[in-house]
Nanobody
Framework: VQLQASGGGLVQAGGSVRLSCATS????????MGWFRQAPGKEREFVAA????????YYADSVKGRFTVSRDNAKNTVYLQTDSLKPEDTAVYYC?????????????????WGQGTQVTVSS
């Protein structure tokens, strides 16, 4: 399974960025996709997740109401729309695929990860 994350960049506070995560390879075992982020000197933390089958979504409290995760099953691609960005959202954003489909806020629930894409929010 290969995951390719893209869409990061430099944005001012209050702005928006749309991240994409395209999957390829043996994707039939994937039940859900998740987004995590890691800021310098900090642990990788959960941001959002979505199930492929019913589209159920899950969010970290810190991004609820500002970020939206969505999927395009035909393209095997997941998106993360980030709005009202804050400087504290600055991080490398990673997408992962889970064959477990539950406990999606935990890194251990994911089998494969993309390479990450940098989002920098200036104040």
């Amino acid at each position: 399974v290969q995951l390719q994350a893209s869409g990061g960049g430099l944005v001012q506070a209050g702005g928006s960025v749309r991240l994409s995560c395209a999957t390829s390879g043996r994707t039939f075992s994937s039940i859900a996709m998740g987004w995590f982020r890691q800021a310098p000197g900090k642990e990788r933390e959960f941001v959002a997740a979505i199930r492929w089958d019913n589209g159920a979504t899950y969010y970290a409290d810190s991004v609820k109401g500002r970020f939206t995760v969505s999927r395009d099953n035909a393209k095997n691609t997941v998106y993360l729309q980030t709005d009202s960005l804050k400087p504290e959202d600055t991080a490398v954003y990673y997408c992962g695929t889970s064959s477990r489909g539950y406990e999606l806020a935990y890194r251990g629930s994911y089998d494969y990860w993309g390479q990450g894409t940098q989002v920098t929010v200036s104040s």
